[in-house]
């Protein structure tokens, strides 16, 4: 009968209709406050159990593509392996260095998490399912990921260990070069939806042409503003081929190397739900946020799409990870500032002459110089920064 | 082109991840509890205590000559000798170990003790799933824990279990041999030659060790045999 009566539109809002219906039962002077924490709870949930099914999905998917089984004995094909993990971390001893500054040392996992947690206030995760509408959101996001930064270091510095220390000034060097092509990569959306809020950049890329939505994707300021960001997002949550700051071979765990139990948790929790937050992100900036990429699919809730497309970024980081290796901290830095930085500001340039060319009869020329402007300096780039091998024939002195 | 290298590994990993879906070949993993990779035969991983016969405790070799006791380099086994003499699986009075311990925690399976043993009273098993909940007494084997009869050192190790038994039948022969030749000398003598040849044991009939009692372990049949009947010969002539 209740089935028989929800609309497909019904679907789409029911958390936000059930969200109405709880609200209504608790007395106005409190609604405020209930508003907000009916709206808080479920990412509390939602985002950390992504957080656990991504964690088997990593570790099986990349056995598989080492050609191993990966975990396969926690319930149906190792699918409860993060309650056993999390069973464990919790029941482990906390340990701390006796000569770390335990009130940092005590207070950066947790200023971390709350870190992670805090970018997702003004992510749209479904049509009217945002928790702040932030008029600034984007510069919000940014600000609070910039919070990360500081805990990395207090949790580096703290532990008064080398490793931890070599660990927090890799990862700080490398975040606060990778925010900048991070936020660079972003501006040409905010450029073209004139909006520096997330809900007005998903409505500015709703719509279709016949079955095709109008993501920013689908432009070449788009998609090379896309690249751009996914890879400084990628080295921006400290993961391969970017993961110097945990660089196992060379300093173990990096900056969470004195931390055990389930602070040792709250960091890979935290690591997860920036990887997330930067994600859900550049589905919003580029991807449409939570709208269907094709028309007649629209009839599949909007959050639903929002997690399929969170989901589909987090197989393709895995992916990566499977795939490359660890670059140096030279080259690091060296792609960080000599290409990424420098494709990022002509990529604005680009996005400022899409919106002053003219559409409509002449749409394929204007296609064509902008992925011209693009390409070529792209390719004299990475020809020139390409390291030529020099060869010396090396002479033993004490040989002869 | 630029990024090659990244598409071509990318690809290598998509087909790798595939792959492992499509053809068991690629999962080399062996599932341990459930599978096991066969062991090869030179396998040794915790020394036994061989014993002749059905019964473990008058068919044990050991002597309790304490060899492999000071040879041990992490001093991992506890032998008592005991005060009296038993009667062994041959018949002859010998000291017997009264406490024979092997603390398989401590033992680091270098097969020394094996190597030292002139009684050949002690081998390497192949068994190495040896868990337990007691990490004291669980891993402290006595001596009846570690007897093992022949026919299993045969199953496990058998080229290296029939040499044993050759080279053991050959010496009890010869040790016979001299016995009765220094007993009544003329008679003897023609027999004395003859090495390993277990012919003549086998018409005098044997009341004490029987015919081993059905094991459950596998029995490799034939080198028991001469041992067996070998054994026989001494226990009438004594």
């Known amino acids: 009968m209740i089935a028989a009566a929800l609309t497909t539109q019904d679907v789409d809002q029911i958390f936000v209709l059930i969200k109405h219906a709880l609200l209504a039962c608790v007395p106005a002077a409190l609604q405020p406050i209930a508003s907000a924490v009916l709206s808080i709870i479920p990412i509390l949930v939602a985002f950390p159990l992504l957080f656990a099914i991504t964690t088997v999905l990593e570790r099986k998917g990349l056995g598989r593509m080492q050609n191993r089984y990966g975990p396969n004995r926690v319930g149906p094909a190792g699918f409860f392996q993060p309650i056993a993990d999390g069973i464990k971390s919790l029941t482990k001893e906390d340990v701390v260095p006796l000569s770390a500054d335990h009130a940092v040392h005590f207070l950066a996992p947790i200023l971390l998490v709350i870190a992670a947690f805090l970018g997702y206030a003004v992510l749209p995760i479904g049509r009217n399912m945002v928790l702040v509408n932030l008029n600034a959101g984007v510069l919000f996001f940014f600000a609070v990921g910039s919070v990360v930064e500081l805990s990395v270091f207090m949790a580096g510095w703290s532990s008064r260990s080398k490793y931890s220390l070599l660990g927090a000034m890799r990862a700080i060097a490398q975040m606060i070069s990778y925010e900048v092509p991070l936020v660079l990569a972003s501006v040409v959306v905010i450029m073209q939806a004139g909006s520096l809020s997330l809900v007005t950049i998903v409505e500015s890329q709703s719509g279709y042409t016949g079955i095709f939505p109008h993501w920013y994707l689908f432009t070449p300021w788009g998609i090379a503003g896309f690249i751009l960001f996914m890879i400084a997002a990628t080295a921006e949550s400290n993961r391969s081929p970017f993961d110097l700051p945990e660089g196992e071979s060379e300093i173990i765990a990096g900056y969470f190397i004195e931390y055990s139990g389930f602070k040792f948790a709250l960091f890979f929790l935290a690591e997860y739900l920036g990887m997330f937050a930067t994600s859900s992100l550049a589905i919003t900036l580029f991807l449409g946020g939570w709208a269907a990429p094709l028309s007649f699919l629209t009839f599949i809730p909007s959050y639903v799409w929002f997690f399929l497309k969170l989901l589909v970024l987090i197989c393709f980081f895995i992916w990566i990870r499977g795939t490359l290796p660890r670059l140096r901290m030279d080259q690091l830095m060296g792609f960080a500032w000599k290409f990424i930085l420098p494709m990022a500001l002509l990529n604005i340039f680009v996005a400022g002459l899409w919106r002053f060319l003219p559409a409509g009869p002449l749409n394929s020329i204007r296609w064509l110089v902008c992925i011209g402007v693009l390409a070529a300096p792209c390719i004299v780039l990475s020809f020139s920064l390409k390291q030529k091998k020099k060869l010396l024939v090396r002479t033993y002195h004490f040989a002869e | ?238």
């Open chain 2, 1 to 238: 082109m630029i990024g090659n290298g990244i598409l071509k590994g990318l690809a290598e990993t998509a087909r790798n991840f595939f792959g492992s879906y499509v053809s068991k070949d690629r999962l080399t993993t062996v599932q341990y509890p459930e599978q096991h990779i066969p062991q090869i035969e030179a396998t040794r991983d915790f020394p036994f205590l061989v014993y002749d016969g059905a019964d473990w405790e008058s068919g044990m070799r050991c002597v309790a000559c304490q060899i492999c006791e000071k040879e041990c380099p992490p001093k991992c086994i506890l032998i008592t000798k005991s005060t009296d003499k038993k009667p062994d699986a041959v018949g002859k009075p010998q000291f017997y170990p009264a406490v024979f311990d092997i603390d398989i925690s401590v033992c680091m399976s270098c097969q020394i003790c094996v190597e030292v043993c002139p009684f050949d009273a002690i081998k390497m098993d192949v068994q190495f799933d040896l868990p337990t909940d007691d990490r004291f007494g669980g891993l402290l084997l006595d001596r009846h824990k570690l007897a093992k009869s022949n026919e299993y050192y045969h199953q496990i190790h058998p080229t290296e279990a029939t040499a044993v038994d050759t080279a053991l039948a050959a010496e009890r022969a010869k040790a016979a041999a001299a016995k009765a030749a220094a007993a009544t000398p003329k008679p003897a003598a023609p027999a004395a030659p003859a090495p390993a040849a277990p012919k003549p044991a086998s018409s005098t009939a044997t009341p004490a060790p029987a015919p081993v009692a059905p094991m459950p372990v596998k029995p490799a049949e034939p080198p028991i045999k001469p041992l067996a009947s070998e054994s026989s010969k001494p226990g009438e002539t004594k």
